[in-house]
């Protein structure tokens, strides 16, 4: 196996951003016509945070009554104009520079329980790298 690659070389690095004028409803389009699971918030491609699918999938529940059924009305309607991506985005992310190798970016991420690191050079996202890409790394070794 390759040793000490840096993280730069699996990162994606045609982003698909959110930004905090946007709304749940934007991102919610985003990911499903992008098929993704994590987008960076940016102002001025300065990373301010991290949306990710589970994050409006938690929100979702919320308005569900006790009986456990939903109300007709679709969950995300209602709770999508609850709240701002601030509220729900993962605010001041662990963040790794383009020369993070790979190694040390599984051990971060074997350690948490989120599944992507905003990749970040001078104050500026270049990337994303997640528990996919480094899964998909290592089966390119085999």
Known sequence: MKQRVPVSQIMTKDLITLNLSQSLYDA????????IRHIPVVENNKLLGVLSYSDLLK?????????GDAEDVPVSA????????????????????????????????SQQSFHSIPIVENGELKGIVTTTDILKYLLQQY
């Open 28 to 35: 919610e389009k985003l990911f499903k016509n992008n098929n």
């Open 59 to 67: 929100i979702s529940y919320a308005d569900v009554d006790e009986s």
């Open 78 to 109: 209602v709770v999508y104009d609850m709240f701002s991506i601030s509220q729900v985005m993962t605010k001041a992310p662990i963040t790794v520079e383009p020369d993070t190798t790979i190694k040390e970016v599984a051990e971060i991420l």
